[in-house]
């Protein structure tokens, strides 16, 4: 493992500052886990784009698509990341959960009512609580954006209600949460790295997989799997990290342009998130796949088998203070 990790560092160093010879301007990337055609890649590409900008040219960005400088496997991502091999990623916040246990907060099935309660929850003092956790990690949190919720795609039949999801073989992220949940409800939840998800699809070892809509958009899904079912399950976020060390190397005006980049890829999302979203579904209906709404009674089957396992689930967060105010947030929150 540690031989791994030094070839995935070296590779990495190689890529964190590419510095012309006549222009002497760095070249910094940016690691996102999808393709040049998805919706975080053009979120990043806003960003560096800004963030250049407002730099005065003397910082330059290039997205690396496809988890390219950590071979598709999201938790090592995270680890470069900290460790400084990674200058910047954008990554779901599901994945930081295998290092700090509380980011499973955001997955906890049914907790948020829509968009924009999750987008209110991330910007509040408990989201910054939250995303603060990664300091620890020797990241820095420059943006967090809510994503489109969780559907579940499948091979075989829709899933609208929690009799669909028995035995079912479900692609889950290698989250424990994910497991457990899946598992109450029936699933036969696989934990499988996302590089591996299309093949394993293909050839029938997965029937099904859960993600926000422009995944299996993006990942071509449609070539095999024929229904979506917008079950809504979950939620996630984007997290935009910068490796500490790195931002601290920055001068004031470089780190303040980032910050600036940053805080406007919140607007920017907020503007672009719903209409993506249906795009995304009326691209996978021209692919052939049936679309799957839920009606309000199938989605209180699944809220009310979600809520009673909230007592168990919360173990896996370890932060009974913040999943308490959390859970109080949401009560509380206006409709």
Sequence with gaps: MRRILTCFASLAAACLLCCSAQAKVPTVTISVPDPVNSYVYQIAAKFGQSASTYADGTLTFKVIPDGTLYNGNSTLGAKLLGSGDLPIMLMASSVYANLLPSFNLLALPFLFKDQEQLSAYLQSELGTRLYNKLNRLGITVIARL???????????????????????????????????????????????????????????????????????????????????????HMADAWILGINTK????????????????????????????????????????????????????????????????????????????????????????KP
């Excluded at 829709?158 to 994910?178: I, Q």
């Excluded at 093949?199 to 229904?227: H, M, S, T, W």
């Excluded at 699944?302 to 959390?326: C, K, M, Q, V």
């Design 146 to 232: 809510p994503r489109s919720f969780r559907v579940i795609t499948s091979s075989v039949k829709p899933v609208t209600c929690p009799e669909d999801l028995e035995n079912l073989r479900l692609r889950v992220p290698n989250n424990a949460l994910f497991v457990d949940f899946f598992q109450s409800l029936g699933a036969s939840p696989v934990p499988m790295d996302f590089a591996e998800v299309y093949n394993a699809l293909q050839l029938g070892v997965l029937e099904a997989q859960e993600n926000p809509i422009d995944v299996p958009c993006d990942a071509r899904f449609y070539e095999v799997q024929k229904y979506v079912s917008l079950t809504n």
């Design 246 to 333: 790195f931002f601290e190397s920055l001068t004031d005006k470089q780190r303040q342009a980032l910050q600036k980049a940053g805080d406007e890829l919140h607007g920017w999302n907020a503007e672009k998130l719903q209409g993506n979203t249906q795009e995304k579904i009326r691209i996978l209906e021209r692919h052939g796949m049936q679309i799957n709404e839920l009606t309000p009674q199938q989605k209180q089957q699944f809220s009310e088998l979600a809520a009673g396992s909230y007592a168990h689930l919360r173990n896996l967060i370890e932060d009974n203070e913040l999943f308490d105010a959390t859970l109080k947030f949401i009560s509380t929150a």
